[in-house]
T-cell receptor, first 115, second 113 residues
Framework: GAGVSQTPSNKVTEKGKYVELRCDPI?????LYWYRQSLGQGPEFLIY????????DSGLPNDRFFAVRPEGSVSTLKIQRTERGDSAVYLC???FGGGSEETQYFGPGTRLLVL | GNSVTQMEGPVTLSEEAFLTINCTYT??????LFWYVQYPGEGLQLLLK?????DKGSNKGFEATYRKETTSFHLEKGSVQVSDSAVYFC????????????FGKGTTLSVSS
């Protein structure tokens, strides 16, 4: 069956520009997570959706970062006024119900480079 | 706060050698513990997990036991193969602190024939 998909796979932008990253979770999964992975580091949590609502956005680094999941399926991570420090791989994951014991299934990631 | 510490790599082994990658954690509640693996050019995928103390997770010849007394979840394999070369991440999820995964920094394993 289809896994988690993310588009684009790569994004190059200039400092100060706006970018949108898309995540399509596994069908039927109510929980969706965004993480950011810098080179040589483990993924770091950004935001968690349960259905359409953001249940935990404590990992968003500042108010330039925003995410939505309007219909409880596809999610978009939005970054305003990008900075060079935003360069990283952005990962999306989904799980069936969002329980702490559940497996999270990861997408291939979007590699963002801010010049 | 919750955290995961895993041994730094890279770890370089010959085929058929024994592998241990150490992982310890700090958690306020009773976390679930995971090992994820990232093969070259591929995305993160679950290798194994354990959801309560003394549970053993296993998959593809890898094993890890949830040790509450030592707050550890060390990954072991008796005989590694070249195809095991990858980056391994230890992670926890603690319902009391939200269900997001908290990852270690990753350990790169390189196996030569």
């Amino acid at each position: 069956g289809a896994g988690v998909s993310q588009t684009p796979s790569n994004k190059v932008t200039e400092k100060g520009k706006y970018v949108e990253l898309r995540c399509d979770p596994i069908s039927g999964h109510t929980a969706l997570y965004w993480y950011r992975q810098s080179l040589g580091q483990g993924p770091e949590f950004l935001i968690y959706f349960q259905g359409t609502g953001a249940a935990d956005d404590s990992g968003l680094p500042n108010d330039r970062f925003f995410a939505v999941r309007p219909e409880g399926s596809v999610s978009t991570l939005k970054i305003q006024r990008t900075e060079r420090g935003d360069s990283a791989v952005y990962l999306c994951a989904s799980s069936f119900g969002g329980g702490s014991e559940e497996t999270q299934y990861f997408g291939p990631g979007t590699r963002l480079l801010v010049l | 706060g919750n955290s995961v510490t895993q041994m730094e790599g890279p770890v370089t082994l010959s085929e058929e050698a024994f592998l241990t990658i150490n992982c310890t954690y700090t958690a306020t509640g009773y976390p679930s513990l995971f090992w994820y693996v990232q093969y070259p050019g591929e995305g993160l995928q679950l290798l194994l997990k354990a959801t309560k103390a003394d549970d053993k997770g296993s998959n593809k010849g890898f094993e890890a036991t949830y040790r509450k007394e030592t707050t550890s979840f060390h990954l072991e394999k008796g005989s590694v193969q070249v195809s095991d070369s990858a980056v391994y991440f230890c992670a926890l999820s603690d319902h009391q602190a939200g269900t997001a995964l908290i990852f270690g920094k990753g350990t790169t394993l390189s196996v030569s024939s």
